[in-house]
T-cell receptor, first 115, second 112 residues
Framework: AQSVTQPDIHITVSEGASLELRCNYS??????LFWYVQSPGQGLQLLLK??????LVQGIKGFEAEFKRSQSSFNLRKPSVHWSDAAEYFC?????????????FGKGTRLSVIA | DVKVTQSSRYLVKRTGEKVFLECVQD?????MFWYRQDPGLGLRLIYF???????EKGDIPEGYSVSREKKERFSLILESASTNQTSMYLC???????????FGQGTRLTVV
């Protein structure tokens, strides 16, 4: 069965510091990979996605993620965190070409930003 | 922009009540989904639908049912609400070939 692991439940970083959120997936086929962000009390907003091609993908709000097939990872990065980045982040995966199969989500990583 | 609208942001219901959560999307998406979100458990799929009047069980369908009479609308029904159904409920939609899902703003349901 497909699964997504986000090893860090909660991360605290200082404003201006760099950020890396980890995501590992368990999958037999070529995956489509996503990162979503959820601000408090809100729905999920797509940050970025990887389907194929260049393994380093750029997203909104200055985020990027790198797909590493050998490590089954899709880690999210940002060079300099802003206080407004405090939110919960979800990694999600689905088999490529699977049409209407729902996304499988990790349990999320909550990011706190301190001054 | 895709818009997925959930009818209520906050709901408070009594134990045993029948509860309807409504979701409407305006992008002619074929697929619609209901997820439940709880702290430490992430998003868990309750039901999804890939066409009008079609439905598929997700990971945690017990205590829930769904209805999709029109393509743009997907309803989640709690037949007899219980306190353990207190949660955040998220609706999402996508095209038939997926894979990207678009989410509503969520409904925080409290059952007392």
């Amino acid at each position: 069965a497909q699964s997504v692991t986000q090893p860090d439940i909660h991360i605290t970083v200082s404003e201006g510091a760099s950020l890396e959120l980890r995501c590992n997936y368990s999958y037999g086929a070529t995956p489509y990979l996503f990162w979503y962000v959820q601000s408090p009390g809100q729905g999920l907003q797509l940050l970025l996605k990887y389907f194929s091609g260049d393994t380093l993908v750029q997203g909104i709000k200055g985020f990027e993620a790198e797909f590493k097939r050998s490590q089954s990872s899709f880690n999210l990065r940002k060079p300099s965190v802003h206080w407004s980045d405090a939110a919960e982040y979800f990694c999600a995966v689905v088999t490529s070409g699977s049409g209407n199969t729902p996304l499988v989500f990790g349990k999320g990583t909550r990011l706190s930003v301190i001054a | 922009d895709v818009k997925v609208t959930q009818s209520s942001r906050y709901l408070v219901k009594r134990t045993g009540e029948k509860v309807f959560l409504e979701c409407v999307q305006d992008m002619d998406h074929e697929n619609m989904f209901w997820y439940r979100q709880d702290p430490g458990l992430g998003l868990r799929l309750i039901y999804f639908s890939y066409d009008v009047k079609m439905k598929e069980k997700g990971d945690i369908p017990e205590g829930y049912s769904v209805s999709r009479e029109k393509k743009e609308r997907f309803s989640l029904i709690l037949e007899s609400a219980s306190t353990n159904q207190t949660s955040m409920y998220l609706c999402a939609s996508s095209f038939w070939q997926g894979p990207e899902a678009f989410f509503g703003q969520g409904t925080r349901l409290t059952v007392v």
